[in-house]
């Protein structure tokens, strides 16, 4: 199968938001840094390199590869995550790493993917007859419970939340009927007691703190009330790179993680968040063509599923920074610090880019 590999010239679009995201992110952390090439700023360096080889690898591989181990590549991150519960890295309370040496991988990024190429094969597999009977989903809805199962339990809310979005909107795709999919919100408000007594006490201040941040302002409330600060106190151009009061005095927490937006927002300002916002819608545009003008329907489940993981990724945090819903553990895509969730970004956009490449030719 390999043997088809072909080099070609990926589009020059994707590439270029990339890389102008990719620059953001490095000059913002640098700046975070106090200016200075810390290791926080040689590891990310290094994360950008190795997702990029991640990226140029998997957008060559022939694409009826995936389709034929979809279920086996499944399985086998099943098994990391149920391995990561059992021998897991415990972190503030959350067991979600895995440590292989001097690597450190968190399963729990990579599902999003697997589940997807998954998915996209299940429902490749059914006839747009079959699919309007509700027995022919009962396959697709057990490979999304036992990931969301596994995850949850780490704790990890954010995640399992998000594959539950990016589920629902496969069946959009796919061609469910709409009362169907009108059942699903209404099945989430009767089912909301019980989630709420199974949510930990943490994950139920969160929500709490949602609704009002102001009451306790010093523990569970400050993340949020201190990122509505960064970002307001950015004005329309910033307060300029490492000249953020929020940023630089570490009154922002996670500021290079899940907040970084909130330092963008404060060193540069409305328009660099607008700089931000415009490459993800213009990445999001491109995704999206390409899988609507796909006819093969595995690759366009794919193209669709992989678009709307970076949709719900950008959505979640933006909204989550600027207090909009509750603060859960969600990375901003291609600009947060870390290497995991970058490589499994990457990964889904060289599939994107493989996509491409075989529908124009």
């Known amino acids: 199968m390999f043997k088809q590999i072909q080099f070609k010239r990926p589009p020059v679009i994707p590439i270029i938001i990339l890389i102008a995201l ?3 992110s490095l000059l913002e952390l640098y700046s975070l840094m106090g200016s200075e090439f ?3 700023c040689v590891q990310q360096l290094f994360n950008v390199i190795f997702a990029s080889c991640v990226f140029f690898i998997v957008s060559v591989i022939p694409l009826k590869f995936w389709k034929k181990y979809a279920y086996t590549i499944y399985i086998a991150n099943i098994i990391l995550l149920i391995v ?4 897991g890295k415990t972190v503030m309370g959350a067991k979600r790493w895995i440590s292989i040496g001097f690597l450190t991988i968190q399963p729990s990024e990579i599902v999003r993917i697997s589940l997807i ?3 996209a094969k299940y429902f490749s597999n059914i006839t747009l007859f079959d699919i309007r009977y509700t027995r022919y989903l009962i396959g697709s809805i057990i490979l999304l419970l036992v990931p969301v199962a596994l995850v949850a339990t780490q704790p990890d809310l954010g995640t399992a939340m998000l594959l ?3 589920y629902v909107s496969m069946l959009f795709v796919v061609g469910v009927q709409m009362w169907k999919l009108a059942l699903l919100p209404i099945s989430a408000i009767i089912m909301t007691p019980f989630i709420w007594n199974s949510l930990h006490d943490y994950q139920k201040n969160r929500v709490l703190t949602f609704l009002n941040p102001e009451t306790d302002p010093n523990g569970i409330g400050y993340h949020i009330i201190q990122s509505k600060i960064a970002i307001g106190s950015g004005g329309v151009f910033g ?3 490492s000249n953020g009061k929020q940023c630089q005095l570490d009154f922002l927490p996670e500021k290079c993680t899940d907040f970084i937006f909130s330092a963008i927002a404060e060193e540069l300002g409305l328009v660099g968040c607008l700089i931000v916002i415009t490459l993800y819608m213009l990445l999001l545009l491109y995704n999206y ?3 609507f003008n796909t006819k093969d329907r595995f690759l366009k489940y794919l193209a669709f599923g992989i678009n709307a993981i970076i949709f719900f990724y950008v959505f ?6 600027c207090g909009l819903v509750p603060v859960v553990g969600v990375p901003l895509p291609f600009l947060s610090y870390g290497g995991t969730a970058l490589s499994c970004l990457m990964f889904g956009e060289g599939i994107i880019i493989a996509i491409d490449n075989t529908r124009r030719d």
């Open 38 to 40: 810390t290791q926080r």
């Open 289 to 291: 063509r390409v899988a």
């Open 84 to 87: 990561t519960a059992l021998f």
């Open 239 to 241: 307060l300029g790179l």
């Open 164 to 166: 539950i979005f990016v």
């Open 316 to 321: 979640i945090n933006i909204s989550m920074v």
């Open 22 to 24: 990719f620059c953001i």
């Open 117 to 119: 190429i998954a998915l």
